[in-house]
């Protein structure tokens, strides 16, 4: 059992949770508090829904009711964080596959191809995550920074921080599988070999003379006739 390819899937499937956190999440960008105060009220926002609360506790979300009107970067987000989550599940399936520990996935060739396969494809996945996170970001950053930006402004989700984490754990469990091929060809699986107990009368017949006449071996058995003297 390989202590790496352990530690890399806890760091792909814990990415691959926070993937899926990070993309059903509605608080990828919100309003900032310190200008509600007399309001008490805030907007979240996510790739799918938009929400408002209030001090009080209360919540009202609406989901995004056509995606001809949603703007080109939220598009773009959505296609890459499904592609994260979809690169994220199939890599953990091609991880269970490549392990040591287990029985399936052939043999430690095969396995080491798997591993391999499945370090790429959680390292596209945390690319993905990473890629979409940045370009939402990015946009938040450049509206709210510009001056002659008038609408609305809105500050960074806590869903971007959840979806960088997942990324850097994903791309981190990848490089440890893709590192582990050299693990499966210096430590390969040995194969044992039972060869049976050996008998007793196995062990007499490698004697000469021990299937014999037992006066023939005995020797206090035989006299000489000056022993009677």
């Keep these: 059992m390989s202590r790496a390819q352990i530690s890399a899937l806890v760091f792909g499937v814990g990415g691959f949770g926070a ?4 993309t059903t999440s509605n ?3 919100v309003t900032t508090r310190a200008s509600s105060v007399i309001t008490a009220t805030w907007v979240y926002q996510g790739l799918w829904m938009n929400c408002a609360g209030n001090a009080l506790g209360s919540f ?3 989901p995004h009711f056509t995606i001809f009107k949603v703007e080109g970067y939220i598009q773009a987000c959505r296609g890459l964080m499904i592609a994260a989550v979809s690169l994220g599940f199939f890599g953990s399936i091609f991880a269970l596959f490549g392990m040591k520990c287990t029985k399936v996935g052939g043999s430690d060739k095969a396995k080491a191809k798997i ?3 499945a370090g790429i494809v959680f ?4 690319l993905c995550s990473m890629t979409g996170c940045s370009l939402y970001a990015n946009k938040i950053t450049t509206e709210f920074f510009d001056p002659l930006y ?6 960074l989700g806590a869903a971007l921080f959840i979806g960088w984490a997942g990324a850097s754990l994903c791309i981190i469990g990848g490089v440890i ?3 582990s091929i050299s693990d499966n060809n210096k430590t390969p699986r040995m194969g044992y070999a039972y060869n049976g107990a050996t008998s007793v009368m196995s062990s007499r017949t490698k004697h000469p003379g021990a ?3 037992l006066k023939a071996t005995n020797p206090s058995k035989q006299f000489d006739k000056n022993a009677y003297v």
Excluded at 123 to 126: A, K, Q, R, V
């Design 19 to 22: 993937l899926v956190a990070a």
């Design 27 to 29: 608080e990828w960008k």
């Design 60 to 62: 009202h979300c609406r």
């Design 115 to 117: 591993a391999c396969l």
């Design 123 to 126: 390292i596209l996945s945390g």
């Design 150 to 155: 008038v609408e609305q402004k809105y500050e």
């Design 177 to 179: 599988f893709c590192f």
């Design 211 to 213: 299937g014999g006449d």
